[in-house]
C-alpha cells in the first residue's frame, strides 16, 4: 500500500467532509460543486485502488446531522444519494435492455409527504437520509401541495421542494444588506423550509415537485413508475417533468433536456434515470450508500480556459470584503461571461488562485459562472492589505469553516455607503432620491458624514446641481424627499441605524416594551432586553453593544433633533391577563392570524406559549371537539380549551375593550 496515497485519501475525507459540512449544516460554501465532485471521484478510485474505505468516508457516510429546533424523526428506510456519472455512454449500459425514465435532478430540498384519508398528514425532510425534520406546517403553505385529495388510503411520496431563480432574485432584491442575501436558490429554499414560523414560509413561493411514490397500498400501478407518476398527477401534484428511454434513446433525449436548461425558471443539476419497472428494479437491491434501480446524471459542463485579470475586492457594510474573479471575456453556454464570484479566501487558497493564472471557467447549472480549476496555480498573493475603498487596514477571520477578508476601519467609507443605504431604505427613512451610488458620491465628497446630515445637503445646492445626473428639478425632488422623511416613527428610527439582527419588526417590540422613552431605551440592559417576547440574546446583545459606543448616541441624539415623531398614543389597557399562561392553536376568524391573539394577551398582561404544560391556564381553540396533540395534553391536564368567542368575551367583560 502507497503510504503517500493513504495520506492522500486521509487528506480528501478531511477536505470533503468539511465542505459537507459546511454546506449542509451552514449553507456555506467552502469550494465549488464541480471541485467536490473531482476530488470525490478521486476518492472513489483511491478506495478501490487500495482496497479500504475509512468509517467517516463520504462515499458511505449519506449525510449530516440536522441541527434545527425542529421535530426530528426517523424514516421508515433510508433515503439513498444516487451513483452519477457525467458519460452517456455509462447511461446506455445503465438502462441496458430496460425502459426508464429520465427526469430533471432538481437542486433544492428533497421532502417525503405523508397522506391519510385524502389530507395531508405528515411532511418530512430527508435530513441526513436516516433522521429528517418534521415541516409540515410549512409544507401546508407551499404554492402547489394539495391539502386534500381523493385517494383515501395511506400514500407516501418522495419530491423537491424547490425555489425558482426569478423569486430568488425578487426575494434577494428585497434584502438590504448584500452580506445577508441569499447565495444560491437551493440555500434560499432550504432556510424557506425549514422555518420555525410558516408565515414566512408562505411568502417564499415554496413548489413541489412529485418524483417518486413510496405506498399506496392497494392501487395497481401495473409495475410501471411511470403509471405511479402519472397517477400522482391525476391525485392534484405537480410531478416532475419525465420522458421514457431506452438504450438508443437516452442520447436524445440528454440533448432535448440539456437545451431547455436556459429557459427554466427552476435549478437543476442534472438528470436522474430509474428503471420504468418496479419489481425489476427492487430485485436490484442497493449498495450501502446507493439504490442500484436509479442513476444520476450531471451535466458535463462547457469549459473555456481564459487568463485572470484581476481580483476585484467588493467592501460591504459589515466588513466583509468580496472577491470576484474578472477574466478576459469567453463564451459559455450561449452567453459572453467576464467574472465569477469566488466567494472566500479559503476557495481562492483551494484553487492557489493569482492574477495571471491561466483558468478553466464554466456555469454551474449550466446558469451561475464559476472557476473549475487553475491550471498554472501560481499562488494567493493578491490579498489586500489595505482596504481598496478607505485604506485602512484588513484582517483574514475565520467564520465557520472558511477564511474571510475584513476591513477593519469603522469608518470605512463602504460601510457608511451600505448603512446610509438601509437607512434611507423603504422601511427605515424611506428617502427618495438616494440610491447607493449617490450616496456613494456625496459621502465621497464629503456633503455626508452622519445620518443628520442628510437633513442639510441645501448647504451643498449649487455643487449638488453641478453633478453630473443632478439639476435644479433633481435637486429639489430630493431636499422635499429629506423634508417629508423628517416625520415619522421611533421603531423606524432605531431600524434605520443598522443595528444587527434587528429589523423592523424587532424594533417595534422594543419601543413599544420601553413606552416609546429613548433614554430608557439607551440604559436598557442584556437581561431587560432578552426577558422580552421575541428579542432574545442575539438581539440583545447587539443593541447593548451598539448603544455602549458614545459616538452611537451622540449620532443618535443628532439625528433626532432632525426628525419630527408624533408621540405614541399608548391605550391603556388593564392588565388582566397577568400571570395567565395561554397556547394558541387552530385557525381565527377575528383576528387576521394567530399573531395578533398573542399581541392582544401580551398587550394585557398574559403570556402567551408554545406548548401546552401543567402551567398552561388556557387553550384557544375554536375546535374543541378536535383530536390535535394539544386538545389531547389539554384534557389529559385538565385545562379549559375555549373558543375565539369565549376569549373575547373574558376580554370585553374584564379590560373594558369594546372595540374587537
Known sequence: MSESKKARMLELVEKLNNAGRAYYQEAAEIMSNREYDELYDELVDLEKELGITLANSPTVNVGYEVLSELPKERHESPMLSLDKTKEIEELKRFVGNQKALMSWKLDGLTIVLTYRNGELYKAVTRGNGEVGEVITNNAKVFRNIPLKIAYQGELILRGEAVIGYREFERINSEIEDVDARYKNPRNLCSGSVRQLNNEIT??????????????????DFHNSRSFQLNWLKGQGFEVVEFCEVTADTVEAEVIKFSEKIAENDFPSD????????????????RTSKFP?????????????????????????????????????????EGTTVSRASVHNISIMEELELGV????????????????????????????????????????????????????????????????????????????????????????????????????????????????????????????????????????????????????????????????????????????????????????????????????????????????????????????????????????????????????????????????VTSKTNYLINNDAASTSSKNKKANELGIPIISEEMFLDMVRENAGITAL
Open 202 to 219: 408562505a411568502k417564499r413561493n415554496v413548489k413541489f415537485y412529485a418524483f417518486s411514490l413510496v405506498q399506496a397500498g392497494d392501487v
Open 270 to 285: 442534472g438528470l436522474v434515470l430509474i428503471y420504468d419497472d418496479i419489481a425489476y428494479g427492487r430485485s436490484l437491491g
Open 292 to 332: 442500484r434501480d436509479s442513476f444520476a446524471f450531471k451535466w458535463a459542463d462547457e469549459l473555456r480556459e481564459t487568463r485572470l485579470v484581476e481580483i476585484e475586492w467588493s467592501p460591504s457594510r459589515t466588513g466583509l470584503i468580496n472577491p470576484v474573479a474578472i477574466f478576459e471575456p469567453v463564451e459559455l
Open 356 to 611: 495571471g493564472d491561466q483558468i478553466e471557467v464554466y456555469k454551474a447549472n449550466m446558469i451561475i459562472p464559476q472557476i473549475a480549476r487553475n491550471l498554472t496555480r501560481s499562488g494567493v498573493k493578491d490579498i489586500p492589505k489595505r482596504c481598496p475603498v478607505c485604506q485602512g487596514p484588513t484582517e483574514i477571520r475565520q467564520v465557520a469553516n472558511a477564511r474571510a477578508l475584513y476591513c477593519m476601519n469603522p469608518e470605512c467609507q463602504a460601510k457608511h455607503v451600505k448603512s446610509f443605504a438601509l437607512f434611507v431604505s423603504r422601511d427605515a427613512l424611506n428617502i427618495e432620491g438616494l440610491s447607493e451610488a449617490t450616496l456613494e458620491k456625496f459621502i465621497s465628497l464629503g456633503y455626508i458624514r452622519e445620518f443628520a446630515d442628510i437633513f442639510h445637503l441645501d448647504r451643498y445646492q449649487e455643487e449638488i446641481q453641478t453633478l453630473e445626473g443632478f439639476g435644479e428639478k433633481s435637486y429639489r425632488n430630493l431636499i422635499a424627499s429629506t423634508e417629508k422623511a423628517r416625520n415619522t416613527t421611533l421603531p423606524r428610527v432605531i431600524y434605520a441605524l443598522g443595528i444587527a439582527n434587528i429589523g423592523l419588526a424587532n424594533a417595534k417590540v422594543i419601543c413599544k416594551e420601553f413606552r416609546y422613552d429613548t433614554e430608557a431605551m439607551l440604559k436598557a440592559t442584556e437581561e431587560e432586553l432578552n426577558e422580552i417576547p421575541g428579542v432574545g440574546q442575539v438581539i440583545a446583545k447587539a443593541f447593548v453593544e451598539y448603544f455602549s459606543s458614545e459616538r452611537h448616541v451622540k449620532q443618535f441624539r443628532e439625528l433626532l433633533w432632525e426628525l419630527v415623531i408624533p408621540k405614541e398614543v399608548q391605550e391603556e389597557k388593564r392588565q388582566i391577563f397577568v400571570g395567565v399562561n395561554f397556547v394558541i392553536t387552530g385557525s381565527v376568524e377575528h383576528f387576521a392570524n394567530r399573531g395578533e391573539v398573542k399581541e392582544l394577551i401580551e398587550s394585557l398582561g398574559g403570556k402567551v406559549t408554545g406548548s
